[in-house]
């Protein structure tokens, strides 16, 4: 059949082009979805997962924060069961450590042949910020692949933050599906899932039910394309990396010169404080929780008076953008 592309409605043409403009930044991404949030996006990755490989655990990592449907409600083992949540969500839900193959070893050895998906914040940034080290990522790939469980990749933070695409392209580990939310509907209400083409048929096929009146809805669509083409303007990520080094600078300049009991974390536009002595190693949320909470509190209070709203909550890091001055740094 041929179509006329004046007779496809303009919210179709809208949607198809922000799908194509996503899926072309990385090679693992072949087919995309629209929902409304992070949330959905990441809960139709599991489902995905547990419907291709007819397997029903999922394994995550304390600190992660995945939305709040109750297969992921709260960020780590202990405060899992939330008043409300059905109490089968957590008996599905296999906790490890981050950046811990170990812990994540052992889960695979208690479950074998239970593990749909495991799924991960590659750049963690709901436990502070904590960047993957070396050989982690690669090492979930590899198991992923040798014990048939998918990977996913939480993208809802990370996606277009640090580069034009998913981080997966700077990690150099590309995931079985991924999940993208916030910066690509450019402030409206967004979520978007997809990667391999033989788990996502899985949909077409109305085997898995995706869903969302809403989804794909165009003015998210326009919104989409709008923020795409700012952040696709010739070295936009280069001056957002320009900004988060001069912070980096300055703030190294001020704890030495005061003596401060701090590590600055900073990747590209992200960024956090985490108040313990320089060179300690923050590999996970039990690293960061090892911090005394008073000088944050010090510091966030400070900076609200001189007029700066840094993140409230200690575990949340902060973001530069665009409209971030030299001047503000
Ligand atoms: C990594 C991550 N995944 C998923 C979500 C859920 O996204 P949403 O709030 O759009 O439902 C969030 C929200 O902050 C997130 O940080």
Not at 130 to 140: K, N, Q, S, Y
């Amino acid at each position: 059949m041929i179509v006329n592309p004046r007779s496809i409605p303009s919210h179709t043409r809208c949607r198809r082009e922000l799908a194509e403009r996503i899926t072309a930044t990385a090679d693992h991404l072949d087919q995309l979805r629209f929902v409304c949030s992070g949330t959905e996006a990441v809960m139709s990755t599991m489902r995905l997962a547990r419907a291709y490989t007819g397997r029903t655990r999922i394994m995550r990592f304390n600190g992660g924060y995945h939305g709040h449907f109750d297969l992921v409600q709260n960020k780590d083992e202990a405060r899992m069961l939330g008043a409300g949540l059905d109490p089968a969500a957590m008996r599905s839900t296999l906790f490890a450590d981050h950046n811990d193959v170990a812990s994540a070893e052992r889960l695979f050895a208690a479950h074998p042949g239970e593990i749909a998906a495991v799924v991960v914040e590659p750049i963690a940034a709901n436990m502070s910020l904590v960047l993957p080290e070396d050989g982690f990522l690669p090492w979930l790939r590899e198991i992923c692949d040798r014990v048939g469980a998918l990977l996913i990749f939480d993208e809802v933070i990370t996606g277009f933050r640090l580069t034009f695409g998913p981080s997966s392209n700077l990690l150099g580990v590309a995931p079985d599906l991924t999940a993208f939310g916030k910066i690509i509907g450019g402030c409206t209400p967004v979520g978007a899932f997809g990667d391999r083409r033989d788990v996502m048929r899985l949909l077409e096929e109305q085997k898995v039910l995706q869903g969302g009146t809403l989804a794909g809805n165009p003015l998210t669509m326009a919104a989409g394309l709008a923020i795409l083409d700012e952040l696709g303007t010739p070295g936009f990520y280069e001056e957002l990396e320009r900004k988060g080094a001069l912070l980096e600078a300055a703030v190294e300049k001020h704890r030495a010169a005061h003596w401060l009991a701090l590590t600055f974390v900073c990747t590209g536009s992200i960024f956090a404080f985490i108040f313990l002595p320089p060179g300690t190693p923050i590999r996970r949320q039990e690293d960061v929780e090892r911090q005394p909470r008073q000088p944050y509190t010090d510091l966030y209070q400070g900076m609200r008076e001189a007029g700066y709203h840094l993140a409230p909550d200690i575990e949340d890091p902060m973001y530069l953008s665009a409209a971030t001055t030299d001047k503000a740094i």
